[in-house]
């Protein structure tokens, strides 16, 4: 009668699924491998055929096109790099006025949907079901074809103390211009802030020894505003503003505000406020009762309670979800392509993609664009969580 053979442990047989979840493993790895050499082949091959080269020479090249916002200067015939700068920092531009619009309307509206004051309560709901749920692009439309649009042109500007103009062609504000006493003056500011934190920190150390309290505000207030005076009337001016007026059909000088990042920020900040204003609102709601009882035992006021017993426990719970919205702010800037505004793909990935040809190599840099910026939020966000976080001991 023959018997079994007993299976050895460690066997390199295919019945050993040790040894198949590798031969699986090594099987994919191989197939990925070989569909990525076979596409870049296949590139290469079409871009040879079509007398495209590759790399990144083509941003040493004349871009010959103007562009309507430039946080830098800019001429007709500078390079696609510099383009691709300018392109940088608009969607820098409205990616951070975004996130800083959005978080102050968003913590306002949180707190007013945990309001006793009904209206309040009301209105902020209202609000909230109705932005959150409008796509984005059709609000981006909205205040740029029906809103901005239609205001009066450079003739009929609506103006306020002859220094702010607003048409349809944007708002027009002073421009500020550098001028002599310009170091003095940031050399006074930093003086004047490094002795207010020690004058902080002296009154701190103070109170925490003797119990009696020093306020620092008043000091710290008149050295941010002596100090700067003194080297204004010593040193000369740090700016000289450059003050918009009316030539022609339009304005000259001062700096312009095209209704293009108008209504992208109005948009994109009144759209993802709604989101926000529901995570403030889940985060204060997530802070046990008994805190709020145990302040109102001590005699806080409301307004102290919420500053300085709420809020720092409410951000471990808010910080996570509100960095994918910020996340979402610097994604969603890429609509701009929709309206004209000079972004990283309206300019990059449309207009010097479509003259150079070089679809590879202008994707790429958009897309890394992207994931950096990204990925810096991110990170900056997580080492501010980190900080907030509750330690054990």
Same mark, same amino acid.
């Given at each position: 009668?023959?018997?079994?053979?007993?299976?050895?442990?460690?066997?390199?047989?295919?019945?050993?699924?040790?040894?198949?979840?590798?031969?699986?493993? %090594?099987?994919?790895?191989? =197939?990925?491998?070989?569909?990525?050499?076979? /596409? @870049?082949?296949?590139?290469?091959?079409?871009?040879?055929?079509?007398?495209?080269?590759?790399?990144?020479?083509?941003?040493?090249?004349?871009?010959?096109?103007?562009?309507?916002?430039?946080?830098?200067?800019?001429?007709?015939?500078?390079?696609?790099?510099?383009?691709?700068?300018?392109?940088?920092?608009?969607?820098?531009?409205?990616?951070?006025?975004?996130?800083?619009?959005?978080?102050?309307?968003?913590?306002?509206?949180?707190?007013? $949907? /945990?309001?006793? +004051?009904?209206?309040?309560?009301?209105?902020?709901?209202?609000?909230? *079901?109705?932005?959150?749920? %409008?796509?984005?692009?059709?609000?981006?439309?909205?205040?740029?074809?029906?809103?901005?649009? +239609?205001?009066?042109?450079?003739?009929?500007?609506?103006?306020?103390?002859?220094?702010?103009?607003?048409?349809?062609?944007?708002?027009?504000?002073?421009?500020?211009?550098?001028?002599?006493?310009?170091? =003095?003056?940031?050399?006074?500011?930093?003086?004047?802030?490094?002795?207010?934190?020690?004058?902080?920190?002296?009154?701190?150390?103070?109170?925490?020894?003797?119990?009696?309290?020093?306020?620092?505000?008043?000091?710290?207030?008149?050295?941010?505003?002596?100090?700067? !005076?003194?080297?204004?009337?010593?040193?000369?001016?740090?700016?000289?503003?450059?003050?918009?007026?009316?030539?022609?059909? +339009?304005?000259?000088?001062?700096?312009?505000? %095209?209704?293009? &990042?108008?209504?992208?920020?109005?948009? &994109?900040?009144?759209?993802?406020?709604?989101?926000?204003? *529901?995570?403030?609102?889940?985060?204060?709601?997530?802070?046990?009762?008994?805190?709020?009882?145990?302040?109102?035992?001590?005699?806080?006021?409301?307004?102290?309670?919420?500053?300085?017993?709420?809020?720092?426990?409410?951000?471990?719970?808010?910080?996570?979800?509100?960095?994918?919205?910020?996340? +979402?702010?610097?994604?969603?800037?890429?609509? =701009? =392509?929709? @309206?004209?505004?000079?972004?990283?793909?309206?300019?990059?990935?449309?207009?010097? &993609?479509?003259?150079?040809?070089?679809?590879?190599?202008?994707?790429?840099?958009?897309?890394?664009?992207?994931?950096?910026?990204?990925?810096?939020?991110?990170? !900056?966000?997580?080492?501010?969580? $980190? $900080?907030?976080?509750? %330690? *054990?001991?």
């Amino acid at each position: 009668m023959s018997q079994r053979r007993p299976t050895v442990k460690g066997s390199l047989s295919f019945s050993n699924p040790a040894v198949r979840a590798w031969l699986f493993q %090594i099987i994919a790895i191989l =197939a990925v491998i070989g569909i990525a050499i076979y /596409l @870049i082949h296949n590139t290469i091959t079409n871009l040879n055929s079509r007398g495209i080269t590759s790399g990144f020479a083509f941003l040493d090249r004349a871009a010959g096109f103007g562009i309507v916002q430039h946080l830098i200067d800019y001429e007709q015939g500078d390079t696609y790099g510099r383009v691709f700068f300018i392109g940088l920092l608009n969607t820098l531009l409205v990616s951070a006025l975004c996130i800083v619009f959005a978080s102050f309307i968003g913590f306002f509206l949180g707190l007013c $949907r /945990l309001s006793e +004051n009904w209206l309040l309560r009301k209105l902020s709901t209202i609000y909230i *079901e109705t932005f959150r749920n %409008i796509p984005p692009l059709l609000q981006i439309f909205f205040w740029y074809f029906a809103v901005l649009r +239609n205001l009066p042109g450079p003739r009929q500007a609506i103006g306020a103390m002859d220094l702010l103009f607003l048409s349809n062609r944007g708002l027009y504000i002073p421009s500020p211009q550098l001028g002599e006493g310009l170091w =003095a003056f940031i050399g006074t500011i930093v003086f004047a802030l490094a002795i207010s934190i020690g004058l902080y920190r002296f009154n701190k150390a103070h109170q925490i020894k003797t119990g009696q309290l020093r306020r620092t505000w008043p000091t710290a207030l008149g050295l941010i505003i002596v100090l700067p !005076l003194l080297a204004h009337w010593v040193f000369g001016a740090a700016l000289h503003w450059d003050i918009p007026h009316l030539r022609g059909f +339009n304005f000259q000088g001062g700096m312009v505000l %095209i209704p293009e &990042l108008a209504a992208l920020t109005i948009a &994109l900040s009144v759209y993802t406020s709604a989101f926000i204003a *529901e995570i403030i609102r889940s985060g204060i709601q997530s802070v046990p009762y008994g805190q709020h009882e145990a302040a109102r035992s001590l005699g806080l006021p409301n307004p102290v309670t919420l500053r300085q017993v709420i809020i720092p426990q409410a951000l471990r719970v808010i910080i996570p979800p509100l960095t994918s919205q910020y996340l +979402n702010i610097a994604k969603n800037s890429s609509l =701009a =392509a929709a @309206i004209g505004y000079p972004d990283m793909v309206s300019l990059f990935a449309g207009t010097v &993609l479509n003259q150079t040809g070089q679809a590879i190599e202008t994707i790429a840099i958009t897309m890394s664009v992207y994931l950096i910026i990204s990925l810096s939020i991110s990170l !900056l966000m997580n080492i501010y969580n $980190r $900080r907030i976080a509750l %330690i *054990e001991r």
